[in-house]
């Protein structure tokens, strides 16, 4: 997912909100959710998320084709930048562009020792990291990559070599303070200005290298017009080149992206043919796609007929998990009626967030449960409860009139007067049109709300992102697609005037705990301030967490090492593995 916002966690999340994370009718089917996985490739996934339907090269094909199907066109190639930072352009250039690192599917942060065979702390005062890149490392064209293309991909997002690059992200690149090669180029020191603690995410997989001696040939990268230039280049051009083990080879528009092996790439050969990434804007029509072998592998967004639909279709495992996306309402504290605190906890504690897994995600799986942190999902180092001491999303009816009595507030017949006199006016809440699930989950709000007093309008949106970034609701729900990396995510999540920061929260405490944590080099004492910033924004009642967000995948029994990755990465993490049986 990828979404809006600045951070590439976080513009992947709203934007993934936008794009990735429509979901469909969530009524009808029932059908057995207890039932995660079907078939036997992915029988072993919740116990070995990062080995199940694993098989070794000899037991694969020489070549063959796989066809996966995406859910958005891609009209933009720069993924790191901001009009071209979404989940699908994500998923196809994966297999083209160079990393540091990038997240398994067990939600870690795990090195991409094909292109960089170590990256190190050296010093904490000030901080240095040391990369050391491949000697095998080149592009395409034979180009080797080098410190070259660390330091073109650090100027256009830092935010002040290049102001008119408007990358997803600057996030940590805005700390760094120079970037120098040695040994070729093959060595990259990276020394920051003030200590970055999710330093991995640099140059990783969700903002990956572009080549600088193609940027040098579209732009002169010694000016901000040169490398806004350049940048704007790249997100405008189809890729003819590559620093992966893939390249596109065809390119439809609005119809399918063709990857077959890249001959220069120094790492394990490709065993299929091909991996064809075929459009399909309605994820309704994924699985009739799927039966009819016209695609091989989908990962839409689950719902129970679809889900049900794919459990019917012979030869096909399919399993859903849980990851780094998480549901939500925001409240709009610019809305003179919210910004009184008692109304929002009592609102958020009148939630049934419970009530609402079963009447909407846990109609097809039982694995969700409520979410209890804003930065860390279960199964993180840092994951703690701060919710459940609020009272927040318990739908208490009655502790929610008790808050409300306690501050002032009166209900006089069905409407709740707050403590000047004035009626609470009513709240405008919004959700993606078009998607039952978060249309459910309004009416829930609005139902809870209207045993306090609290009239609300459901007011669906087709543009989440301008609906956001203006902050043209009083409520809303949506997700977040997050990264591994929760410090520099929460930075521009909810820290004051941020731009991903729709509902205008502010709380000094909170941005001062928030900075301390992106600057602890110790990650489990940055864990710990982290987590004290979020416990005082839960209790400020601003975001109620609702649950991770399923995924869902199916694919044919007879494709090996495919499986779930509940990230950024998405399963294409390692497409370069995938392979079909022999036999």
């Known amino acids: 997912m990828l979404g809006k916002t600045k951070s590439r966690a976080a513009r992947i999340g709203a934007l993934a909100a936008t794009a990735a994370l429509v979901l469909a009718a969530c009524g009808g089917g029932g059908g057995d959710n207890s039932g995660v996985q079907t078939g036997q490739a992915f029988a072993e996934c919740d116990a070995n998320a990062n080995a199940c339907n694993s098989a070794a090269a000899d037991q694969l094909q020489d070549g063959g084709d ?14 790191t930048s901001g009009e071209g930072n979404v989940f699908e352009t994500g998923m196809v250039t994966k297999g083209i562009l160079p990393y540091t690192f990038y997240t398994t ?7 991409a020792t094909d292109f960089v065979t170590s990256a190190d702390i050296t010093s904490t005062n000030p901080q240095t990291v040391v990369y050391k890149i491949n000697p095998k490392a080149v592009w395409s064209d034979g180009t080797p990559i080098t410190a070259d293309d660390f330091i073109y991909n650090w100027k256009v997002q830092n935010g002040k070599d290049c102001p008119d690059c408007a990358p997803a992200s600057t996030s940590g690149y805005d ?6 090669g040695s040994d070729n180029g093959k060595t990259v020191t990276v020394t920051f200005t003030n200590p970055f603690t999710d330093w991995k995410v640099l140059w990783s997989s969700t903002g990956a290298m572009y080549p600088a001696h193609l940027a040098a040939q579209h732009g002169d990268l010694n000016t901000p017009a040169g ?11 189809v890729p003819t080149w590559s620093g992966g083990p893939w390249k596109i080879d065809n390119f439809q528009n609005n119809v399918s992206i063709t990857m077959v092996p890249n001959p220069a790439w120094w790492g394990a050969k490709p065993k299929l043919s091909r991996v064809i990434f075929r459009i399909i804007t309605d994820a309704s029509q994924e699985p009739t796609a799927l039966q009819n072998n016209e695609v091989q592998v989908i990962y839409p967004q689950p719902q129970v007929d679809l889900v049900n639909q794919v459990r019917n279709i012979p030869n096909v495992s399919s399993y859903i998990g849980l990851g780094l996306t998480w549901e939500h309402f925001d409240f709009n504290l610019k809305n003179p009626a919210l910004a009184n605190k008692a109304l929002r906890q009592a609102l958020y504690t009148a939630v049934d967030v419970q009530g609402i897994i079963d009447k909407t995600v846990g109609q097809f799986t039982d694995k969700v449960k409520p979410l209890q942190n804003h930065n860390f999902m279960p199964g993180q180092e840092g994951y703690k409860d701060v919710i459940s001491s609020t009272g927040q999303g318990t739908g208490d009816i009655n502790k929610a009139k008790q808050i409300l009595t306690e501050a002032g507030y009166k209900l006089q017949g069905d409407q709740l007067i707050d403590p000047s006199g004035a009626p609470v006016p009513a709240l405008r809440m919004r959700y993606t049109v078009g998607n039952q699930i978060r249309q459910n989950e309004c009416e829930l709000f609005q139902q809870a709300a209207s045993q306090l007093g609290v009239k609300v309008d459901i007011i669906p949106t087709d543009d989440l992102g301008d609906t956001t970034s203006n902050g043209d609701f009083d409520v809303i729900v949506f997700a977040w697609v997050a990264s591994p990396f929760p410090f520099s995510g929460a930075q521009q999540n ?13 709380n000094t405490q909170v941005d001062n705990l928030i900075a301390q944590a992106n600057a602890e080099t110790d990650q489990a004492k940055a864990s710990e301030l982290l987590n004290q910033a979020d416990q005082i924004m839960a209790d400020d009642a601003y975001v109620l967490p609702l649950y991770q967000k399923p ?5 044919y029994d007879n494709i090996a090492n495919i499986r779930n990755n509940s990230t950024l990465d998405g399963p294409v993490y390692n497409m370069q593995e995938w392979g079909i049986r022999k036999g």
């Open 227 to 237: 490398l806004a230039e350049s940048y704007k280049w790249f997100g405008g051009t």
């Open 66 to 79: 796989v066809t996966f199907a995406i859910e958005k066109n891609i009209p933009n190639w720069n993924v």
């Open 105 to 111: 599917p067990d939600l870690k942060p795990t090195l």
């Open 175 to 180: 700390r760094i303070a120079s970037v120098v």
């Open 551 to 555: 995924t869902f995948i199916a694919s």
């Open 494 to 506: 909810w820290t004051t005037g941020s731009e991903s920061n729709y509902g205008e929260y502010s």
